[in-house]
């Protein structure tokens, strides 16, 4: 048994040590926003971060995860409060079948968590290890600066709240 930190949250896991991430938030935590793929870390679509930086959870074991933050997709909001990058990826449609999104989401959140005010090429290096064919990657490009946009004016109301 062990503790897992998963969106603020202390879980208790019975798996094996070795059980790949992504399995554990699936079929133990019912956790579905991170998707399985290709199994082997290669096409993205099962990205969540962990201690700020995007991870491939299908590749990656429970037994480096102890003492971690998980974040998955359905940790950064809500269907009524969503986070300013799933705001941003609905407002742009840049989801088309939907697949590959919630990691490429993942991979752009953590982006923007170390740089606020990331240049396309910055977007799209980050985002080069996901695999999608819906062909919708301008509007993916878009999405990220809006969402940098909007977690500006987020921070911004924020400190201007707190000087009050």
Request: aromatic content about 2%; glycine content about 8%; hydrophobic content about 40%.
């Amino acid at each position: 048994m062990m503790t897992l930190k998963v969106n603020g949250r202390d879980r208790q896991i019975d798996a094996d040590p070795d059980t790949p991430l992504l399995y554990v938030l699936r079929d133990d935590l019912e956790l579905n926003a991170a998707k399985f793929g290709c199994g082997l870390g290669q096409c993205g679509s099962c990205t969540v971060i962990v201690d700020g930086k995007a991870v491939l959870s299908c590749v990656t074991p429970l037994l480096l995860l102890e003492g971690k933050q998980v974040t998955t997709l359905e940790g950064l909001g809500t269907i009524e409060a969503p986070a300013p990058i799933q705001r941003a990826f609905m407002e742009e449609q840049a989801a088309q079948c939907g697949y590959c999104i919630a990691g490429m989401m993942m991979r752009a959140q953590a982006l923007l968590q170390k740089n606020s005010k990331p240049t396309d090429e910055q977007i799209r290096a980050e985002l080069e290890p996901h695999l999608c064919r819906c062909g919708t990657h301008m509007r993916i490009l878009r999405a990220v600066h809006r969402a940098a946009a909007l977690m500006q004016t987020a921070d911004a109301s924020a400190t201007q709240g707190s000087a009050r």
